[in-house]
């Protein structure tokens, strides 16, 4: 079964600067990876994905994200983070051609400061 | 498109009672799937539904039951709330199969609270 571990329960930074959010994940097959954004009181937004090709992803709002197969990583980043920016940052993997449940992980709370 | 709708947003019940979340889709989506959102938990998998007639359990299946009569809804009951049950839970909707199948949309959310 794959698992997905996000270490950092909160990442507080400030405003205009860089940010990274670390996601590793476990799975003897191959996956697809995943980052979605949820603003308070509101649903999961899909921020971007990794299905195959190139290892750098770029997704809305100014965020990327680069897939390490050896470091099993799919780490978030953003080099100017903004006040919007706060909100909780889920990771999360499916299995390529095995269906499309999602596995989660904890989640990160991004607070950015003035 | 109004994308996936849940109602209700919020609910109050007391243990032993029952209720049905709403999830609706208009997208045309085979999948649709329930998550339950615990602090410190992430989500995670109730139940799933791959098209009409056709359900499967996910992760935390135990307490609750769905069924999926018609592609465009896919109601999850609570026969008998438990505090356990206290969650935000989330429907989402994507294709089956092919491209973009991996893309889901997720509904905003019904806020559950079981006194």
């Known amino acids: 079964a794959q698992s997905v571990t996000q270490l950092d329960s909160q990442v507080p930074v400030f405003e205009e600067a860089p940010v990274e959010l670390r996601c590793n994940y476990s799975?003897?097959?191959?996956?697809?990876l995943f980052w979605y954004v949820q603003y308070p009181n509101q649903g999961l937004q899909l921020l971007l994905k990794y299905l195959s090709g190139s290892t750098l992803v770029k997704g809305i709002n100014g965020f990327e994200a680069e897939f390490n197969k050896s470091q099993t990583s799919f780490h978030l980043r953003k080099p100017s983070v903004h006040i919007s920016d706060t909100a909780e940052y889920f990771c999360?993997?499916?299995?390529?051609?095995?269906?499309?449940?999602?596995?989660f992980g904890t989640g990160t709370q991004l607070k950015v400061e003035l | 498109n109004a994308g996936v709708t849940q109602t209700p947003k919020f609910q109050v019940l007391k243990t032993g009672q029952s209720m049905t979340l709403q999830c609706a889709q208009d997208m045309n989506h085979e999948y649709m799937s329930w998550y339950r959102q615990d602090p410190g938990m992430g989500l995670r998998l109730i139940h799933y539904s791959v098209g009409a007639g056709i359900t499967d359990q996910g992760e935390v299946p135990n307490g609750y039951n769905v069924s999926r009569s018609t592609t465009e809804d896919f109601p999850l009951r609570l026969l008998s709330a438990a505090p356990s049950q206290t969650s935000v839970y989330f429907c989402a909707s994507s294709y089956w199969g092919g491209q973009g199948a991996e893309t889901q949309y997720f509904g905003p959310g019904t806020r559950l609270l079981v006194l």
């Open positions: 799975s003897s097959v191959s996956v697809y």
């Open positions: 999360a993997v499916s299995l390529t051609g095995g269906g499309n449940k999602l596995t």
